[in-house]
């Protein structure tokens, strides 16, 4: 087991462990050479024995390295020593979007628009480079204190799909918020990122995802099979156009939804600019 204090690649110090999720623990750490806070992420051990899961993850994390945008977090080294393998990142002081969205429920129509804008505009950065997320989901989205937004996990799922079925760990917090076509098996693309950030826009102006089941399984075959409920229904005074744009964001069918991130962020700006002058 990994314990605070200790010293990786004689540079990075780890502090006091901030959080876990399905491949890594998340430790607060220094850069003693920069004197600098860094989020350190280091691999459960499982991970760490598998050659192929290793190629991938480190073909991703240098993928996701060559991001520069404001709303992305950056990633700024990864590293293996005594079997541990590790990514650098930049350390976000904040609550992620899930936390906020459980503690206060939905959010301010304004506020969420804003949101979800910033995240398609650091989406779109990542699309342009070909790099996509696969993994949108609001446990992946921060909001700083200040009230910025950044998004981190670029790519990291691609590299831990495969080994999802090997290693066991259950990717129930993402399928939530999976397209139909990861749902049906398929590959994730530009359009899939479109309709997870659909989703995580629909859970913050109802409080609440549009699909619940007893299993991972039960909850990809809704969002392949059944309707999402309008949000217009659970939110008394839901803008008609915001209610338009989210609604095109989800299409089950491809050739409906937003063809590209673009498109979303830019009808989602046009939204705001109204909202604004009203």
């Known amino acids: 087991m990994i314990e605070s204090g200790r010293l990786l690649g004689n540079r990075y110090r780890l502090g006091e462990k901030v959080g876990e999720g399905g491949m890594a623990r998340v430790f607060r750490g ?24 290793l190629r991938r993850f480190k073909q991703e994390a240098k993928a996701a390295a060559k991001l520069s945008h404001p709303s992305i977090v950056n990633v700024y ?3 293996e020593e005594d079997n541990i393998h590790y990514i650098i990142m930049e350390f976000v002081e904040g609550y992620t979007l899930k936390d906020i969205i459980l503690r206060e429920g939905r959010l301010r129509q304004i506020d969420a628009a804003q949101v979800v804008y910033l995240v398609c505009d650091a989406l779109a ?3 342009s480079q070909n790099i996509v997320h696969r993994d949108i989901k ?12 950044k998004v981190t996990d670029f790519g990291i799922a691609r590299a831990v799909s495969d080994a999802t079925i090997t290693h066991g760990r259950s990717l129930l917090g993402s399928v939530y918020y999976s397209s139909p076509e990861q749902a049906r098996g398929g590959s994730a693309d530009r359009q899939s ?11 913050m102006l ?14 990809a075959l809704k969002h392949l099979q059944e309707d999402i409920i309008p949000p217009g229904k659970l939110v008394p005074g839901l803008s008609p156009g915001l209610g338009k744009i ?5 299409q089950k069918d491809l050739n409906l939804r937003y063809s590209n991130i673009v498109q ?14 009203s």
């Open 30 to 53: 220094m850069d003693m050479k920069l004197n600098r806070p860094v989020a350190v992420k280091v691999l459960y051990e499982q991970f760490g024995a598998d050659p192929e899961f």
């Open 77 to 79: 080294d990864e590293g």
């Open 125 to 127: 950065s990542a699309h």
């Open 138 to 149: 609001p446990q992946n989205i921060i909001i700083t204190p200040e009230g910025r937004v």
């Open 193 to 203: 990122d479109i309709y997870s950030l659909g989703i995580v826009f629909y859970e």
């Open 206 to 219: 109802t409080g609440t995802v549009p699909f619940y089941g007893e299993s991972p399984i039960s909850v």
């Open 246 to 250: 989210l609604k095109k964001a989800v």
């Open 264 to 277: 979303f962020r830019d009808d989602l700006d046009g939204w705001l600019k109204n909202a604004e002058r």
